[in-house]
């Protein structure tokens, strides 16, 4: 699916050894996010491979700061849970990753996504209610750049496992495309307002989809 381009991946800093950024930067990002607005979806953060993407291997991951110890814990898919702390921030904390021996460099990974899992049926009023926040948070976060960030043309919805495709009518099944753990539903075209999506799984969450060509 060439003419598909996900924004899971927003930013990525590679590191060769043991990592340390700065809490700030972070918390600016969440920032955005405590606005009412955006309230079904965040910003997650993860630490993957630089090559195979896989979860980094680590010896421990910390908040540290002058009045801060903080051990912090890994997903599955790699992500941490971050804290929205202002004291963390008035005091400079970093973030410390003690990567292990003799693995491959990591990189951080700034992930769009739903906040809470969802249902296995979405309707077309939930999926149009998503695709909204994440346009209005993208431009928000390009500032002057939104008039050069193509619009959000749909949504990707994630899943554990291998995902068949959903139980749908015709038309829905021609902007719906499903590989592997993902289904990719394009929402630029007129639907029918009552249209549905029947999963045989729950999904993870969803993720912004964009077109490539429309940049």
């Known amino acids: 699916m060439r003419f598909l381009m ?12 043991d990592l340390v950024l700065n809490y700030n930067g972070f ?17 997650a953060f993860a630490l993957t491979g630089e090559t195979s993407g896989k979860p980094c291997q680590f010896y421990s991951i910390k908040l540290l700061s002058d009045q801060h110890d903080i051990v912090l814990d890994m997903a599955g898919n790699g992500e941490i849970s971050l804290p929205y702390d202002e004291a963390l921030k008035n005091s400079n904390a970093i973030l410390q990753v003690l990567q292990a021996d003799n693995v491959e460099a990591c990189q951080v990974q700034f992930r769009l996504r739903s906040r ?21 948070l993208l431009d928000d976060m390009a500032g002057l750049g939104k008039y050069w960030l193509p619009e959000v043309n749909g949504l990707i919805v994630e899943f554990a496992d291998t995902v068949a495709p959903p139980t749908m009518t015709q038309e829905n099944a021609e902007v719906t495309q499903c590989s592997a753990n993902r289904c990719y539903i394009r929402l630029d075209t007129a639907l029918p307002q009552d249209s549905k999506w029947l999963f045989q799984q729950r999904p993870s969450y969803v993720l912004p989809l964009i077109d490539s060509r429309a940049n």
């Open 6 to 17: 996900s924004l899971a991946l927003l930013v990525s800093a590679p590191v060769s050894a």
């Open 27 to 43: 918390y600016g990002r969440m920032k955005k996010l405590q606005q009412p607005e955006y309230s079904d979806i965040t910003l």
């Open 116 to 136: 809470m899992r969802l249902p296995t049926e979405l309707s077309l009023s939930q999926l149009s209610h998503y695709r909204s926040q994440f346009d209005l």
